[in-house]
């Protein structure tokens, strides 16, 4: 006996067609979603394999090939060797487009820069690929880039008028530009304080010049939270003995308020740091005893809240001061109580010396910058006057105990004015060599101070002092003096390797 089958009922059928359409609509979008990753992840290969073929060229030729050798199809080049190819068809960028990239961004674009000394490549990634976040990104001698290549701005300027002008100090602003710090003698023969504003490709926006009666000078200049600046200097306005001068400005470098700081003994400052009350900590020096430390603590409108001298015999300085994580202070400096050492300072929130360490050894030390690290510890940077003068990097933990010290340069002169923690982990400096005249010296480290590369950048004149800071692109803004025109200030931009045009 045969039982008949039921048959679907037309409920269950439109059930069964729907978990179909289900079923097939996760698939195509697991397909789609595949597809779209493996065309990201063709797009960073293909990078690398440019990236390869264009060392090969560089290396044969000893510069990267010019746009329209790159727009042949091809990379190839001929030496005395004869003809090498290195790529026989460069890839085009697959489609469609993917994530938020634009079809004008979905193009491998290729730019020589630095007269043939290096290159960009631009493209884009709709998602996160590896390591790298979605988004445009930029093709270099040093890899692949989180930028645009069109933000990879670089340049070396000359800013100057009548008269002398010299630069203390650089910082990147908000708006991607830089606010540079110095002294001009234009309108003044004894000097004013000098501040320059330019935009990411160094066009200038504006200029002040600050003081009044006597001598004015900037030290540090950092952008406040509200937009405005802070520079702090020495003003001599007083007669002999001079004082800190803190000024405040607006965003056009207008003053809002100004204080002449100090007593009856002579006090100097070249650094300033906006603490997160919002007010400031300045450091410099004193010669109360033979010279001590001045360290300085205002409210928002520079009103003195406290102030410490700090030192023991002999001879100390405070050259450069950064707020602590823990809401104290960090003062680097030199110190002659053992021989000339670096002296590292750390102290409460009120100015209370929590420890103090004198760091060198046979050789004379300075420290000139000091940043607190990552990790909690501090990196400072000077020089030695081992192997003629040297760049003198050394790291600590969080008590300042040494955690490892390097001596870097080479067969002439070298030395360090400023440290900049870089976003691999890793060290920036920057200061002066003395292979013509005296030019910028900028060192790049890893985690460990091992030196990753060094340049020599020559610059027009001789060259005074060197601030550095890494900028938004991964690259680096260095601002000196040079006295090729009496005395103008230098700028220069660089990328990530310390190119520049």
């Not at 000339?340 to 103090?356: I, Q």
Request: hydrophobic share 30%.
């Amino acid at each position: 006996m045969f039982r008949l089958k039921k048959a679907f009922t037309l409920i269950e059928l439109l059930v069964v067609i729907a978990i179909i359409g289900v079923i097939a609509t996760v698939s195509v979008i697991a397909l789609s979603s595949a597809r779209a990753k493996a065309r990201d992840a063709r797009r960073a290969g293909d990078m690398k394999q440019v990236q390869t073929a264009l060392e090969l060229f560089f290396n044969d030729k000893n510069r990267y090939p010019t746009a329209e050798e790159f727009a042949s199809g091809s990379i190839f080049s001929t030496s005395t060797y004869g003809t090498s190819t290195y790529m026989q068809i460069i890839p085009s960028a697959p489609t469609p487009v993917d994530g938020s990239c634009t079809s004008g961004q979905n193009t491998f674009s290729y730019q020589q820069t630095e007269n043939g000394n290096s290159y960009t490549v631009s493209f884009c990634l709709g998602n996160t690929t590896g390591t790298l976040d979605s988004g445009p990104k930029c093709l270099t001698p040093a890899g692949i880039m989180d930028v645009d290549c069109s933000s990879l701005a670089m340049f070396a300027l000359l800013y100057g008028g009548p008269g002398n002008q010299t630069s203390a100090s650089v910082d990147q602003t908000s708006d991607g530009g830089y606010i540079i710090s110095g002294a001009s003698y234009a309108s003044d023969p004894n000097g004013n304080m000098y501040l320059l504003k330019v935009d990411s490709n160094g066009i200038e926006s504006w200029h002040q010049e600050i003081g009044g009666a006597g001598y004015q000078e900037a030290g540090v200049v950092q952008q406040t939270t509200d937009g405005g600046y802070i520079i702090v200097g020495i003003d001599d306005a007083t007669g002999s003995d001079s004082n800190v001068y803190l000024v405040k400005t607006d965003s056009s470098g207008n003053v809002t308020w100004d204080q002449s700081i100090g007593g009856t003994n002579s006090q100097d400052a070249y650094s300033v740091d906006q603490t997160a009350d919002g007010g400031y900590i300045i450091a410099g020096n004193t010669d109360v005893h033979d010279n001590d430390v001045y360290l300085v603590k205002t409210d928002i409108s520079g009103n003195v809240t406290w102030e410490q001298n700090i030192g023991g015999v002999g001879y100390q300085t405070g050259s450069f001061v950064q707020q602590a994580a823990d809401g104290g202070y960090i003062i680097s400096g030199l110190s002659d109580a053992n021989d000339w050492d670096v002296y590292l300072v750390k102290t409460d929130s009120s100015g209370n010396v929590t420890w103090e360490q004198n760091i060198g050894g046979a050789d004379v030390q300075s420290g000139r910058a000091v940043q607190q690290t990552t990790d909690g510890g501090y990196i400072i940077t000077g020089s030695t006057n081992a192997n003629d003068g040297d760049v003198y990097l050394v790291k600590t933990d969080s008590s300042g105990n040494v955690t490892w010290e390097q001596s870097i340069g080479g067969t002439n002169s070298q030395d360090a004015y400023s440290v900049d923690q870089t976003a691999d982990g890793g060290y920036i400096i920057a200061g002066q060599t003395h292979v013509t005249d005296s030019d910028f010296y900028l060192v790049k480290t890893d985690s460990a101070g091992v030196l990753t590369w060094a340049q020599t950048e020559i610059a027009l004149g001789n060259i005074d002092f060197a601030s550095i800071q890494q900028t938004s692109d991964g690259g680096y803004i260095i601002s000196g003096s040079s006295d090729v025109n009496d005395n103008d200030i230098y700028l220069m931009k660089t990328d990530q390797l310390g190119n520049y045009q």
